[in-house]
């Protein structure tokens, strides 16, 4: 699965590695925590957890009754992680959907129809994931679990296959800024030989040129969508073990995507050989 990630770019980074036509990152959108969250939504963020509000890349046609003619754009919103279907009673479901299986989101009733229709695209620097160690436990006698840091071996942008869906609260009047919550869930997949060292679950990260016609809200074909679930791409990822500082959602900053020295480590097994180091 994917619980957390690390994304720093900041908006007008995001616009030009994502091709974005209109940034709307500086639009009202409804936040579903109960604090402010830290850091600002639309700021650098080395944490990212569920409920959290996060740029997410679409395309749509503009809601403007005098561009009711227009083509879609592919706009950068602010959506809350943790995928809310329409017919939900409340939003505590999202808690629930902050990741779709690609081998079943096109038939589960919650994710089915954004999958053809809604589909939208998460940036990231990249994802943690916590490693069960083979030999070492905690003091509490379980195996010890080790955050590692994955990303793209070639420094480039991550973008997660993610569904985007609207909900409307009924307790609020039409014309509340606060009446509908927009959210999203990050598709995942399999992980990569080697990566399965880690977890056997990774995010299904797309390649730019299929950006385009993932994100089309026209293309509504299960067997091409399919066609992209089904999309793998082995070698394209690196991870190394981080500080376990990043369980605990308040920590933040650069410094939790930075390798743990060898020494520190504890039954750690290396995701590309397969050796268990610290014993």
Not at 58 to 76: G, K, M, N, S, Y
Not at 176 to 183: E, I, S
Not at 236 to 246: D, L, S
């Amino acid at each position: 699965m994917c619980g957390r990630y690390a994304a720093s770019a900041r908006p007008d980074e995001l616009v030009e590695a994502f091709d974005i036509d209109e940034d709307h990152t500086g639009d009202p959108a409804r936040s579903i925590l109960k604090n402010p969250q830290s850091p600002p939504a639309g700021e650098p963020d080395w944490n990212m957890a569920p409920s959290k509000q996060a740029p997410v890349v679409l395309t749509r046609a503009p809601r403007e009754p005098e561009q009711a003619d227009a083509e879609p754009v592919r706009q950068l919103r602010l959506l809350t992680w943790g995928l809310v279907p329409a017919w939900a009673k409340d939003t505590k479901m999202g808690l629930r959907m902050v990741n779709a299986r690609a081998e079943s989101v096109l038939g589960k009733g919650a994710f089915a129809k954004a999958a053809l229709s809604r589909r939208c695209i998460v940036p990231a620097d990249g994802w943690y994931e916590w490693q069960v160690s083979p030999t070492a436990v905690d003091p509490k006698g379980k195996p010890r679990k080790q955050p590692f840091f994955v990303h793209r071996a070639d420094g480039a942008p991550v973008g997660f296959a993610g569904l985007y869906e609207f909900w409307r609260d009924r307790e609020l009047p039409d014309g509340d800024p606060n009446a509908w919550l927009t959210t999203f869930t990050i598709i995942t997949t399999a992980a990569d030989p080697g990566m399965d060292r880690i977890h056997d679950r990774q995010p299904l990260v797309l390649e730019p040129e299929q950006w385009e016609h993932w994100l089309d809200p026209a293309e509504k074909d299960p067997e091409v969508v399919r066609t992209f679930l089904e999309f793998a791409e082995p070698g394209r990822f690196v991870a190394h073990p981080v500080g376990r500082a990043v369980g605990a959602t308040s920590s933040n900053g650069p410094q939790l995507v930075e390798p743990v020295p060898e020494s520190e480590l504890e039954g750690v097994v290396d995701p590309m050989t397969g050796e268990v180091i610290g014993g």
